[in-house]
C-alpha cells in the first residue's frame, strides 16, 4: 500500500518560514520523481517544486528564490523549504510521486498552509 504523508503545515505570519515534509511508503523511493503541488480556494492546482530521481529540480515561478525542495533518499523523505512567505502562499499542499518508468503517480492528503498576520 502506497502512502505518502505529509507535515508541517500551519499558519505563519508573512515573511515567515516552513519546511514541510512528505514520508512516503510503499514505494521505491528513489524511483520516482517527487514533486510539491498547492491548490488555494477557487484556483486550480498547480506545481509548486519538483525534484527528479538524479536531483535535477524545477520551480514554479512565484517561488524561485524563496522555496527549496530537497529529498533524502535513505528516509524515503521530501521536503519543500518555504521562506519570505507571501499571503498568496496560502493553499493546500500536495505531495506527489511519479514512477520514472511508468505510469504510476501517487498523492498525499495534503497540509494546509496559511500565510497571514
Known amino acids: 500500500q502506497v502512502q505518502l504523508v505529509e507535515s508541517g503545515g500551519g499558519l505563519v505570519q508573512p515573511g515567515g518560514s516552513l519546511r514541510l515534509s512528505c514520508a512516503a511508503s510503499g514505494i521505491i523511493f528513489s524511483m520516482h520523481t517527487m514533486g510539491w503541488y498547492r491548490r488555494a480556494s477557487g484556483k486550480e492546482r498547480e506545481l509548486v517544486a519538483a525534484?527528479?530521481?538524479?536531483?535535477?529540480?524545477n520551480y514554479t515561478d512565484s517561488v524561485k528564490g524563496r522555496f527549496t525542495i530537497s529529498r533524502d533518499n535513505a528516509k524515503n523523505t521530501v521536503y519543500l523549504q518555504m521562506n519570505s512567505l507571501k499571503p498568496e502562499d496560502t493553499a493546500v499542499y500536495y505531495c506527489?510521486?511519479?514512477?520514472?518508468?511508468?505510469?504510476?503517480?501517487?498523492w498525499g492528503q495534503g497540509t494546509q498552509v496559511t500565510v497571514s498576520s
Open positions: 506527489n510521486a511519479q514512477f520514472k518508468r511508468g505510469p504510476y503517480i501517487y
Open positions: 525534484i527528479t530521481t538524479d536531483g535535477s529540480r
